[in-house]
Structures are given as C-alpha cells and as structure tokens.
C-alpha cells in the first residue's frame, strides 16, 4: 500500500469548493467532457467518476449520465455504455484491479476514458524538496507521490482488456512568484501528500525556504515579468482513451 485513501479522500472533501475553481482542474473538465461530447460511437447510459455535476456543464444536463465525485457503487450501473475517470487513478494503490473494476462495468464496445497526472507533474518541486531534505536532514522522505510514465498508461490499457486504444497527454507550465502559491494551489486542488510513508510532523518555514532557495536556483524563468523572478511547476496531464 503506498497511498492513505482516506487521507485522499478528505483532502478531496476539503477542497470540494476550490477544486471547482481552480484553473488547471477546470481545464481538465472542459477538455474531458469536450473528447466526451465528441464520441463518434454512440452510446446512452455513462458513469463519469471524479467531479461533481456542477464540473461539466453540457453532460450534466443529460440525466442518463451519473456524475460521482467518489467511487460510485450503485448496482444501476453494472453495465454501461461510457465509464470516465477524471484525475483519481494516479491515487491508486492497485492500479490493475482498479483499471479492470472499471472495465467490467461496460458493456461489449463500451467506451473508456480517463485523465490522471503523468510522471513529469512537480518534477521541480521533487527535486527541490531532496535538495533541501538533504541539506536539513541528510535524508529524503516522500513528498510527491509517484507518478506513471505515459508508456505505464498505454500498457496497462492493454492489460486490462480495452482495444483501440489512443494516449496523448497535454504539458502545462505554470508561473508562481513563491513556492506558497504553488502549494496553495495543490491545496485548493485536493492534490497534497497522501503517501503512507509521509512526514507527518509540521513542516518548519526553515524547511519551506530552503525548498524555495533550491526552486529558485535551478528552475527560475530567464524572462523576469516586471523585473520580478518566477518559478515554473509542471504538471503533464495524461488522456486515456479505449473501447471494451
């Protein structure tokens, strides 16, 4: 087991406000539920997991769509014709049997889509936070949890039964003026360290400045806006896309 489930799940409750907000999750909405929209194949009864219905404006109107922020269990929904999963399957701790409990819900040619984020998200606050723990500590902790490469993706797709599959992902670079920013943002997200092996103690600003002092030292924009320095977070958006 690597992540706290339930940890997962409060920050998600905590966040239910913001998350809606937030600009890079409001994107992903908008891009899930257009590639939905798009479905060339037909198909009537969906089960769309990870938001809630006031996210996705056009599917939301449709009443044979269910929209769960969590897991939905309801035994109406064994058979379907479209399953999506927005940004929930990067917190599994088996994604196999999570991939294929999804699978099974659909019926023969029945349509898959998911988003997740991709191994590159945070990639500069990873490095930043092991340069700083070594600096304090002499030691790393988890801090940012472990992310699939795309080729992970693509495979597992394969694995778990679904055909015709497309993978594609979308990069976004995003500026922060302070390394607070950043973290307020994953907060407003849902998106804060739920990994088991975590620290659990407070986190000192001592620490946070340092982080901070590495972020700025290695992955500062060249190009100052005002005469003021910046720092820039990735985050690789994943899409999934198969037929049963």
Same mark, same amino acid.
């Given at each position: 087991?690597?992540?706290?489930?339930?940890?997962?799940?409060?920050?998600?409750?905590?966040?239910?406000?913001?998350?809606?907000?937030?600009?890079?999750?409001?994107?992903?909405?908008?891009?899930?539920?257009k590639r939905i929209l798009e479905l060339t194949i037909a198909w009537e009864y969906g089960l769309i997991e990870g938001c809630r219905r006031n996210d996705l404006k056009e599917l939301s109107k449709n009443d044979k769509i269910t929209i769960s922020e969590f897991e939905h269990f309801s035994t109406e929904n064994k058979s379907i014709d479209l399953y999506a999963n927005l940004m929930q399957m990067h917190w599994s701790n088996d994604p196999y049997s999570d991939f294929s409990k999804k699978v099974k819900l659909l019926k023969p040619k029945g349509q898959f889509l998911c988003c997740l984020f991709g191994a590159e998200t $945070?990639?500069? $606050?990873?490095?930043?936070?092991?340069?700083a723990e070594i600096e304090l500590f002499g030691v790393t902790s988890p801090r940012i949890s472990p992310l699939p490469e795309i080729r992970d993706v693509g495979n597992l797709a394969a694995k778990v039964g679904l055909n015709n599959t497309v993978v594609d992902r979308d990069i976004i670079k995003v500026k922060y003026k302070r390394i607070l920013d950043l973290f307020l943002d994953l907060k407003k997200m849902g998106e804060t360290n739920a990994i088991l092996g975590r620290r659990k103690g407070l986190t000192t600003m001592k620490f946070i400045h340092m982080v901070e002092k590495f972020y700025f030292e290695n992955f500062s924009d060249t190009k100052l806006e005002a005469g003021v320095p910046s720092i820039s977070a990735t985050f690789e958006l994943i899409f999934l896309y198969g037929k049963k």
């Open positions: 087991m690597l992540f706290d489930i339930k940890k997962v799940k409060e920050n998600k409750i905590r966040s239910r406000e913001s998350r809606s907000a937030n600009f890079l999750l409001k994107r992903v909405f908008s891009d899930m539920e $945070l990639n500069e $606050l990873r490095d930043s936070f092991s340069k």
